[in-house]
């Protein structure tokens, strides 16, 4: 049986949908088990009146002169869900972000939201494999894997950054899932246990304290208990 699951970004004013942010990026990317087909959905949006601070516009630049002939949420949106369909849709830190973010849209415009049993995050999937990594960025995660960033060197796009992380969700379906956490947890436990200087042997140590020390402790005591 085929699996089809949609990777997808989204780029927005701000971070704030609850103060007005809105989505001006969309971009998904088709995977079937696991490959890409080729099929992809990519919007740019109206953000209708919503102005772009310099700071967000340095990190996708996408401006509001380039966004006033593109079609906004309204029309955009249905389109989305028709492209998602039923099947699976992923994004990185998409349960922080990015679905939350959609979904307010969605819902603002009377149209269903994408249900959590569809969502998937793919910086869970990358916590529950066998990485040693520090970071679970999109981008630290593409470099592990030797997945070139050029593309997005200059500026962050929604379909650049969604079929990036189709790449990398195709290397990360082929790594070992972690062991069980509670199963580290056990041996860890047991390590320390079985650690000589635990149980009853461990000695008991005194050391002798220096006159001066002992003095100027006991006139810090005297001065907190007075």
Do not use: L, P
């Given at each position: 049986m085929t699996e089809r699951i949609i990777c997808f970004d989204i780029e927005t004013t701000g971070f704030d949908y609850l103060r007005g942010d809105r989505c001006i990026d969309i971009?998904?990317?088709e995977l079937i088990d696991g490959e890409m087909t080729g099929v992809n959905f990519h919007e740019y949006i109206n953000p209708e009146g919503k102005i772009i601070p310099p700071e967000t516009y340095m990190v996708?630049?996408?401006s509001n002169a380039f966004l006033e002939d593109k079609p906004t949420m309204a029309v955009v949106a249905p389109k989305f869900l028709e492209f998602i369909g039923n099947d699976k849709i992923m994004a990185h830190n998409g349960l922080d972000f990015d679905f939350p973010f959609i979904n307010y849209e969605l819902k603002n415009l009377g149209l269903p939201e994408i249900p959590l049993s569809q969502?998937?995050?793919?910086?869970?999937?990358a916590r529950t494999r066998a990485l040693n990594l520090k970071s679970f960025s999109l981008d630290a995660l593409a470099k592990f894997f030797g997945i070139s960033l050029a593309e997005r060197a200059d500026a962050h796009g929604a379909l650049i950054d969604a079929e990036l992380l189709a790449r990398v969700y195709h290397e990360l379906i082929k790594v070992d899932v972690a062991p069980d956490i509670q199963d580290i947890i056990a041996k860890q436990h047991a390590a320390f246990l079985s650690h000589p200087k635990i149980g009853a042997n461990f000695p008991h140590r005194t050391y002798t304290v220096a006159q001066n020390e002992q003095a100027a402790h006991d006139e810090f005591m005297k001065k907190i208990t007075a």
């Open positions: 971009g998904a990317v996708h630049k996408i969502q998937m995050d793919s910086i869970v999937i």
